[in-house]
């Protein structure tokens, strides 16, 4: 069952952005791949992954998009891993 979207209260201001951009993308599917995935892991990024996730909102959508479902290969380091970690999280919670 679906979690009700989390409340921005408590969070700082980059992270209350960052969700909201997370979740207002603009293409639906990535609106909700990434506003599940910010809903349950905003509060508890790092500082560096919370730069990595501003850098994979920045991306086009149509690369994102791509990047999370497998069908194109992410940028290297930090990036890949977080989409990795996007995409096992959109695994596991829509089923």
Do not use: C, N
């Amino acid at each position: 069952m679906d979690q009700p979207p989390r409340s921005s209260d408590g969070l700082d201001r980059r992270r209350k952005r960052l969700l909201f951009r997370a979740r207002h993308r603009g293409m639906h599917e990535l609106d909700i791949i990434l506003g599940r995935f910010a809903d349950a892991r905003i509060a508890d990024l790092t500082a560096s992954e919370l730069d990595t996730f501003e850098g994979l909102l920045a991306a086009a959508e149509p690369d994102l998009y791509d990047w999370l479902m497998g069908a194109a290969t992410p940028p290297p380091g930090a990036a890949a891993a977080l989409v990795t970690e996007i995409g096992a999280f959109r695994l596991k919670h829509d089923r």
